[in-house]
T-cell receptor
Framework: DAMVIQNPRYQVTQFGKPVTLSCSQT?????MYWYQQKSSQAPKLLFH???????NEADTPDNFQSRRPNTSFCFLDIRSPGLGDAAMYLC?????????????FGSGTRLTVV | AQKITQTQPGMFVQEKEAVTLDCTYD???????LFWYKQPSSGEMIFLIY????DQQNATEGRYSLNFQKARKSANLVISASQLGDSAMYFC????????WGLGTSLAVNP
């Protein structure tokens, strides 16, 4: 089945130690998103790629970076995680122009910072 | 700019009864889409139902239906015959270039 896969499902990292979260898709969607979701809050868009074009949200901290080496993969790098970065990170894809935009979410990576 | 308002932070419903979760929206775009997602405690975001702004009929997906009132800018989710597994957080979202989310409604289904 075509899908969006996030690895790992759970990630524990040390305060200040760089961490990378990964997302892959078999849908061939041209847009990929990274969301941060803290407990009891709505998802917050960090950035998205439209094909190779990177679009950063204005309030995304510089501590968060992203890479999209090809259509299928997208990575979220947190350069120096702080305790406040503990959250669920959701990857999503979409295909603009389709009937319902084709939004598809991965299962998420729950990040703990110790 | 788009905005989604969900005014019910928490809702309770008895098993097998119907429940309506409220969602109002604001947008200046003539073409948009409205979504409802379910998020259980495990964290994954599960797509429930979609309504396009030009769709003439209300969307239905199994036990889920969307009461779309365009003039009132509302897109309420109706869950019929609630089940214990429906206990979760429910988010309404609007899409133009990107998804804009409401704050969510926490639904608890009581046996």
């Amino acid at each position: 089945d075509a899908m969006v896969i996030q690895n790992p499902r759970y990630q524990v990292t040390q305060f200040g130690k760089p961490v990378t979260l990964s997302c892959s898709q078999t849908l061939n969607h041209n847009v990929m998103y990274w969301y941060q979701q803290k407990s009891s809050q709505a998802p917050k868009l960090l950035f998205h790629y439209y094909d190779k074009d990177f679009n950063n949200e204005a309030d995304t901290p510089d501590n968060f970076q992203s890479r999209r080496p090809n259509t299928s993969f997208c990575f979220l790098d947190i350069r120096s995680p702080g305790l406040g970065d503990a959250a669920m990170y959701l990857c999503a894809t979409s295909l603009p122009g389709t009937d319902n935009y084709g939004y598809t979410f991965g299962s998420g990576t729950r990040l703990t910072v110790v | 700019a788009q905005k989604i308002t969900q005014t019910q932070p928490g809702m309770f419903v008895q098993e097998k009864e119907a429940v309506t979760l409220d969602c109002t929206y604001d947008t200046s775009d003539p073409s948009y889409g409205l979504f409802w997602y379910k998020q259980p405690s495990s964290g994954e975001m599960i797509f429930l139902i979609y309504q396009g702004s030009y769709d003439q009929q209300n969307a239905t997906e199994g036990r889920y239906s969307l009461n779309f009132q365009k003039a009132r800018k509302s897109a309420n989710l109706v869950i019929s015959a609630s089940q214990l597994g429906d206990s979760a957080m429910y988010f309404c979202a609007i899409a133009a270039r990107k998804l804009i989310w409401g704050l969510g409604t926490s639904l608890a289904v009581n046996p």
